[in-house]
């Protein structure tokens, strides 16, 4: 068979049932490979985005996301989109096109060293130079981009190895057990937690796992531990639930951080060093037991006593049968940080201000949105209010980025959710700022014929620097930026656009767009003035 049939073949030995992407001459052999196979092909309009669709495709599924581009610029358009993938921790597998290798009469043209651009943003990168390599290339990049810690991997396809032919066959993905951490390490975190006088649960993005954050509820349920999450650890257990202590890593006089401070052990459960630190460590203050799938790497704030490494799913499981719950076990001060936190919570979610208090805002998309709606944030300040007023009732619900943090990835990425989970609702929420960084992206949700709804916050700036730039006493000087009408610019993409105008008419505007069929955008001005006080010390 041709090369480039193989490695389609390849691909669906991997599961693989859609690719995200931009065309090129490079690739044209691969596009018709695809095709012949009944492939999906999802046409961006910039390689960027198709990086975050694929890399949130990885992120809800487990299963590396697939995104494809040309040589050259096209390549260097998906470096943003690989970093998004290594640093949160989504498996991807990028495929790029390439001048033929063996003969080319096209010089340098487009030349650029992509597997060198792409070896520090990646677990894996390789150029095929035959064709016998790619069943065997595309298996390892799988493996890569899936096993623990997952992230990004890349493989290079020039446009003659493409066009070889080839009796190499795919080689099938084998089902294999993750290690399960040692009998003495179990035994001493049980004995740290069950010793302690206030230990407090932390989850962390590593615990994003199916069968993870099905034990943990049951961890929780069972040992009666308070517990809180880092950003992107929200949802894994449910945040109505009355031990829940809200989220980590706002401010160092948040109502979470109160609770830490009290704590005398922290069980620190898929921790992953890229987010924020939750909490800063400090010689002989507390116990820290660190439970992942890796070691703790050595760092100047994290340095657990106790390490648990090993499958995260079977080492809580196995803590809460030998921990069980203890009666000399004092979570009163919890308890009180914990009605601090929900008097904080409740308050601004009923204000009537316009341009809109963001306490309000989150409120009503809390509302609208039903238990098992997405929500996918760009980056911005909204995000840190998201973050904490926001209560996640599922894992995945709440779509956000504490690694990367990258602008532009909202649209895009909320675009891939929907592929995923087509009957949930789903919903974007950018700032003006990183949605036109990918705003083009409407038209592939149009044509793709999605129920989509967009919530542009607008300030007219970039609010989250402009906010930081004030907190430093300097002058507001290069954040302010203008804007398109939101409404005709939807409309000329053939999605619908909504101006409300007052907070009372965007909840009413946010639950129709969300019941109604195709693509909505809502321009939201947004009142930022409440920063300092709302998200500073409390």
């Not at 703790?296 to 499958?311: I, K, L, M």
């Not at 504490?402 to 700032?431: D, E, F, Q, W, Y």
């Amino acid at each position: 068979m041709k090369a480039s049939d193989l490695f389609v073949r390849a691909l669906e030995a991997e599961g693989v049932r859609c690719v995200f992407g931009l065309p090129g001459e490079e690739n044209l052999d691969m596009l018709e490979s695809m095709r012949a196979a009944g492939m999906r092909f999802v046409v961006t309009r910039h390689e960027q985005a198709a990086g975050f669709m694929a890399a949130t495709w990885g992120r809800l599924t487990g299963s590396a996301g697939v995104c494809l581009s040309t040589l050259g610029p096209g390549a260097t358009n998906l470096v943003t989109a690989a970093a998004y993938a290594q640093l949160g921790a989504m498996p991807m597998v990028m495929v790029t096109g390439q001048k033929p290798i063996k003969v080319s009469k096209q010089g340098h043209f487009q030349i650029v060293d992509v597997v060198g651009m792409m070896r520090p943003l990646t677990k894996f990168t390789r150029t095929l130079v035959s064709s016998e390599h790619i069943p065997s290339a595309v298996r390892e990049a799988f493996r890569r981009a899936q096993e623990e810690r997952p992230g990004a991997t890349h493989l290079e396809l020039p446009e003659d190895v493409a066009r070889e032919s080839t009796e190499a066959a795919p080689i099938a993905p084998l089902a294999h057990r993750r290690p399960v951490a040692d009998e003495a390490s179990i035994a001493q975190a049980v004995e740290a937690i069950a010793s302690a006088r206030r230990p407090l649960l932390m989850i962390g993005a590593g615990a994003n796992r199916k069968l993870t954050s099905e034990m943990l509820r049951v961890f929780v349920d069972r040992v009666g531990i308070p517990f809180f999450s880092t950003q992107m650890g929200k949802g894994v257990v449910d945040e109505t639930h009355p031990l829940w202590m809200g989220t980590a890593a706002l401010s160092d006089g948040d109502y979470v951080h109160r609770a830490i401070e009290a704590s005398d052990c922290i069980i620190n459960v898929g921790h992953d060093v890229i987010e924020k630190p939750p909490f800063v460590m400090r010689d002989d203050r507390r116990t820290v037991v660190h439970l992942n799938f890796s070691p703790a790497e050595v760092d100047p704030v994290y340095f657990p006593r106790v390490q648990v490494t090993g499958d995260i799913a079977n080492a809580v499981w196995r803590l809460a049968e030998g921990v069980g719950s203890r009666a000399h076990w004092d979570f009163s001060p919890f308890e009180e940080a914990r009605a601090g936190l929900d008097a904080q919570l409740a308050r601004g979610t009923d204000d009537d201000r316009f341009p809109i208090y963001p306490a309000r805002l989150v409120a009503e998309v809390r509302r609208a949105m039903p238990d098992d709606g997405i929500v996918c944030l760009d980056n911005g300040m909204y995000k840190l209010w998201f973050a904490r007023y926001y209560r996640c009732r599922r894992p995945n619900t709440l779509l956000l980025d504490n690694a990367l943090a990258t602008m532009g990835a909202g649209l895009p990425s909320a675009i891939a959710a929907k592929l995923v989970h087509p009957r949930r609702k789903v919903l974007a929420v950018c700032g003006d700022g990183g949605f036109m960084m990918n705003s083009q992206e409407l038209e592939t949700a149009v044509r793709l014929r999605l129920d989509l709804t967009v919530v542009v916050v607008r300030d007219d700036g970039y609010g989250m620097i402009r906010w930081k730039q004030g907190e430093m006493g300097l002058p507001d000087y290069g954040m302010a930026l203008g804007n398109p009408d939101f409404v005709r610019y939807a409309e000329s993409y053939g999605a619908r656009g909504h101006r409300p105008t007052s907070a009372t008419e965007f909840g009413s505007t946010l639950a129709r767009c969300l019941e109604s069929g195709g693509v909505h955008v809502i321009d939201l001005p947004i009142d930022y003035s409440d920063n300092a006080r709302a998200l500073g010390a409390v």
